[in-house]
């Protein structure tokens, strides 16, 4: 069974460098990358592809973790190129072992747009990856339209990586309790979750899937909280004026994926609220990395069939980004 995990992250040294020298670019989480994580979000080579083998994942969609470059202005167009490149190189030595997804200079809202063009239709990356705001502008902000335009024309994926909350939410709900604990709260520990989470809210809310219908988002960690609230989301029907029901767009815009949180009982809830089909796999390397095979582990003791088993392995991911998108309105058998 070939195991393809979709969020798998990497740290080149001169996006660490300008994170680290320009003002206001290190959104606090550039702590959060130290000792034996800083070791393999910078290795791209045999370290990563042992770390891989040990745990049983046979394809890692690279990407940068977070915060991306979104708090570097106009100085992230032609680091976002140069990523890019590099990733594509890294990929061109292990076309069997790795693939990419894009990064993005968003806060340059056309330059983002034919970044994200280029790298998919001249680098071969798979998709996109986003960090939520850029500064106080949230995805639902006219800044991120063309992007969501040019993924939508290529069919293309985009996932929504979890940024940490603005300081005016962080001083008001994630401290009091010393550095160090007010930042895992206000990132792991629960505010990266909820700061993705209501980035999707947004956009639906917004209408960009009303405009964009067949555009596909992915959130990890099994969605960001939202899937665990669908029962009052949905209640947004009586004042969304939007053209579809809130599930809808759930279960025809939406893609998720684990993160490392190997949870049968979380699994459970993901394929009801978004169908089988729509069940990717990551391991959130190396921030969630657990020795013992235990990726494949996860899925090769799931109770279900074996088809479902391959579907959340790689067959989605290949689905997905073949870009023939499956309907959760008629795809959503399960055999859990």
């Given at each position: 069974?070939?195991?393809?995990a ?26 959060l ?13 045999e ?23 979104n ?47 280029r790298s998919?239709?001249?680098l ?22 063309p ?11 985009l ?21 160090p604990?007010?930042l ?5 520990g ?7 989470g ?12 009303d ?29 969304s ?21 190997y ?20 391991t ?28 959340f392995?790689?067959?989605?991911w ?18 859990f």
């Amino acid at each position: 069974m070939k195991m393809i995990a979709i969020e798998e992250h990497v740290l080149p040294n001169d996006v660490k460098s300008a994170w680290s020298t320009t003002l206001g670019a290190d959104d606090g989480t550039l702590a959060l990358n130290r000792g034996v994580i800083e070791e393999r979000l910078a290795d791209l080579g045999e370290k990563r592809l042992a770390l891989m083998d040990e745990t049983g994942v046979d394809v890692q969609v690279l990407s940068l973790t977070t915060p991306g470059l979104n708090n570097l202005g106009d100085h992230g167009v032609d680091l976002a190129r140069r990523t890019n490149d590099m990733l594509a190189e890294v990929v061109a030595t292990h076309p069997s072992r790795f693939q990419a997804l894009s990064v993005l200079p968003s806060a340059d809202a056309d330059a983002a747009a034919r970044e994200l063009q280029r790298s998919v239709e001249n680098l071969g990356c798979k998709g996109g990856i986003l960090y939520g705001r850029v500064g106080e502008k949230g995805m639902d902000h006219p800044i991120f339209g063309p992007t969501f335009a040019v993924a939508a024309e290529l069919g293309v994926p985009l996932l929504i990586h979890p940024q940490i909350p603005q300081s005016s939410v962080r001083e008001a709900y994630y401290s009091g309790f010393g550095a160090p604990v007010d930042l895992a709260l206000s990132t792991f520990g629960l505010g990266w979750h909820y700061e993705a989470g209501m980035q999707f809210v947004r956009i639906v809310l917004a209408g960009v899937f009303d405009r964009h219908p067949n555009l596909q988002v992915i959130l990890g960690h099994w969605g960001e909280l939202v899937i665990f609230y669908l029962e009052r989301l949905v209640m947004l029907d009586r004042v969304s004026g939007l053209k579809h029901p809130f599930i809808h767009y759930v279960r025809n815009n939406l893609y998720l994926t684990p993160s490392g949180m190997y949870n049968e009982a979380y699994l459970r809830q993901a394929v009801d609220a978004v169908g089988a089909d729509r069940i990717l796999f990551s391991t959130d390397y190396p921030y969630q990395y657990r020795a013992g095979h235990e990726a494949r582990t996860f899925i090769e003791k799931l109770a279900c069939g074996a088809e479902d088993k391959l579907k959340f392995a790689h067959r989605n991911w290949e689905f997905l980004t073949q870009r023939d998108i499956p309907s959760a309105d008629n795809t959503n058998a399960s055999s859990f």
